[in-house]
């Protein structure tokens, strides 16, 4: 099943009172590389949520957003460093014994002391919200991979279009090469008759070598075989049910080096336009094919 890199999937859930927002999203990349973005009091369960993806998704660059809403998924409690506390106290006894100061050491004045509260976050519960978030993913992760099927679907459809193009430039290429012999040995017997003066016959010896000097110089016949056995090829994993982008990659970087080789031999106005007609077709099919896992 050939499926696209680009994707996108979301769920959201309710964990008390606090609701939580889980975003996937994929793009196309040589290798699988996930990015989290999640509250720091979340990354605990970071791997775990990300080992999920890599069960599933074997290429793409995917994003992963969790956000929350409501009320912190923790309950909060305040401390207090007895410890500092107790210094700054002494401290400040000190500083009104030396000045002689009669004000008495409030609350608003403890409040406003550095480093003394802190507010920390009771991590109770944990495993529901491990449980409710590894559901929540999956289920990201399933609409994710039903878009990257449904793109992947438009893709192989758009890619068997381009080898039915890409097959029928190659015969008419194919039929042309002996027409262009042909035409090649007409023009060198009107060349030598015309510096001759003397009628040439088409099996005469000094035509014969130049144009087989020609037909082995252009001679394409291994560059075609190549390319039929490629797009063959191409066209039987596109049917593998497994990740198939880099092996799709590949044959069509074959097919490009064939096709230049092809054109570097051409030697007809005809059969140039129509290489540069491959050309075309096999550099939309790269595109494409960067596009799959």
Not at 17 to 26: G, N, W, Y
């Amino acid at each position: 099943m050939v499926k696209s890199m680009t994707g996108y999937g979301k769920k959201s859930i309710e964990v008390a009172e606090t609701r939580l927002h889980v975003e996937i999203r994929s793009v196309n990349h040589r290798f699988l590389d996930i990015s989290a973005k999640m509250p720091r009091n979340l990354m605990f369960i970071e791997e775990k949520l990300k080992r999920k993806i890599r069960e599933v998704l074997s290429r793409g660059r995917i994003d992963l957003f969790i956000t929350v809403e409501g009320q912190s998924i923790f309950e909060k409690k305040v401390d207090v460093d007895w410890r500092i506390l107790d210094q700054y106290v002494e401290k400040l006894k000190q500083i009104k014994a030396h000045y002689d100061l009669t004000e008495h050491i409030s609350i608003d004045m403890v409040t406003k002391l550095e480093n003394v509260f802190s507010v920390q976050e009771i991590e109770e519960n944990t495993n529901e919200l491990q449980e409710a978030l590894t559901s929540s993913i999956e289920e990201a992760l399933n609409r994710l991979i039903v878009m990257r099927t449904a793109e992947g679907e438009r893709l192989k459809s758009d890619l068997h279009q381009r080898i039915t193009k890409v097959s029928s430039l190659l015969e008419k290429l194919e039929a042309r090469r002996p027409y262009v012999v042909e035409e090649y040995k007409e023009r060198i017997r009107a060349r030598i008759e015309e510096y001759t003066k003397e009628e040439i016959q088409p099996d005469d010896t000094r035509i014969l070598q130049e144009v087989g000097l020609l037909a082995e110089k252009g001679d394409v016949t291994e560059e075609f075989t190549r390319m039929h056995s490629h797009l063959s090829q191409f066209s039987k994993i596109l049917t593998l049910e497994e990740p198939i982008g880099r092996r799709l990659d590949f044959i069509v970087q074959e097919m490009h080096r064939e096709v230049n080789t092809i054109g570097s031999k051409s030697n007809d106005a005809k059969l140039t336009e129509w290489v540069v007609d491959l050309k075309n077709e096999i550099e939309k099919m790269k595109e494409q094919v960067q596009n799959i896992e």
